[in-house]
Nanobody, 126 residues
Framework: QVQLVESGGGSVEAGGSVRLVCVAS????????LSWFHQFPGKEREGVAA????????YADSVKGRAFISRDRDNRNTVYLEIQSLQPEDTGMYYC???????????????????WGQGTQVTVSS
């Protein structure tokens, strides 16, 4: 079983940035696609970014150019998500998710994910 633990959320002013951390542990298959999802209050979860086992990254159109996902060089089961130029609409819970296999076209769908973390809250004030 895979466990995911997120950290790094907090309160940020608009225009600022945040770096979120997801640590995966347990029976992690190879390859595994690790993704970040955002849930604005009252809305459904939406895929933000994903990274494959080989390091290929994927982004939602809403964050392209201002979000960067990466794996830790020393511990590839640790994934970072940095989002720059934050806006109030970026407020919400950010969840890490794991999906066995390649990311491909499957990663943005919440229903495809096999494991979820508890999430970390990001609040962007204007």
């Amino acid at each position: 079983q895979v466990q995911l633990v997120e950290s790094g959320g907090g309160s940020v002013e608009a225009g600022g940035s945040v770096r979120l951390v997801c640590v995966a542990s347990g029976a992690i298959a190879s390859p595994t696609c690790l993704s970040w999802f955002h849930q604005f209050p009252g809305k459904e979860r939406e895929g933000v970014a994903a990274i494959s086992g080989g390091g290929t990254d994927y982004y939602a159109d809403s964050v392209k150019g201002r979000a960067f996902i990466s794996r830790d060089r020393d511990n590839r089961n640790t994934v970072y998500l940095e989002i720059q130029s934050l806006q109030p609409e970026d407020t919400g819970m950010y969840y890490c998710a794991a999906l066995g296999g390649f990311c491909g076209a499957r990663w943005p769908s919440p229903s495809n994910q096999e494991t979820w973390g508890q999430g970390t809250q990001v609040t962007v004030s204007s």
